[in-house]
């Protein structure tokens, strides 16, 4: 018997038989590691999908029932947002449509498409195009009767695009709440939209003069407001003028002809 070893047969046996300081095994090894990490990060990031985008969707039902004044900590948030009634506006008309299903319209998917949206002109709001058709949140008494609609409004601030709803009164002119679920200003200036006590400050506000019927008046602003803007006057972050006048320019703009305008108008009139 020869006391040599055998020759190691095949690529995997003459990879495992080289010398672990080679150049050519250290290569390999790192490139087998980074292939497997990816793979890795890969599969979770897809197998995680369909439970980031179940959370995104609670979170933002939680932020439709926060701002409609009904969410409790330790509720069931997906069976209270059933109070809800979901409908799709068309924007041009102020009227509801039913040509869309408002349990599956994507709001933010329609933005993009460029059948259900148009590119703005004017844009104050900073959003580039405006969908066509928008869906608002109905909650009705125990009578049936419209106790408050919640809207969407998006725009942009200092450093990103804020996203939120703000919940009217059945008039359509008295605001009761305004509140963003996601953005990206800066904590402890721009993000200050979401400090309690400035949020407190929109409740009771009105969008228009003369009980809805006169001009669109809602603003925010540093300084103490004129006699006649008393009612629509929300006081500018201090320390934040960039991201107020976002939320200034991205409310008047969903509030206005552009956006939410003409349902406005059929929900004061009564008749959308
Ligand atoms: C790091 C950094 C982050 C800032 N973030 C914001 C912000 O999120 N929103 C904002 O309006 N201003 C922000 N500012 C301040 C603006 O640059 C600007 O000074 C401010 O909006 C002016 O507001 P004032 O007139 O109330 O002082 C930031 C400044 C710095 C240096």
Redo the contacts with the bound molecule.
Sequence with gaps: MSDIPDAPKGPIGRFLAASPDGVGKTIAVAVFICLLASMIVSVAAVSLRPIQEANSLVDKQRNILEVAGIYEPGIDIQEAFQSFEPRVVDLATGRYTDQFDPATFDDAAAASDPELSVELDNDPAGIGRKALYRTVYLLNDDQGALERVILPVHGY???STLYGFIALAPNGNDILALQFYQHG??PG???EVDNPRWKALWSGKELRGDGGDGDLKITVAKGVPSADMQAHQIDA????????VGVDNLVRFWMGEEGFGPYLENLREGGV
């Design positions: 601030g200092l450093w200003e800066t200036l721009g993000a972050l201090a320390g934040a003028t960039l991201t107020s």
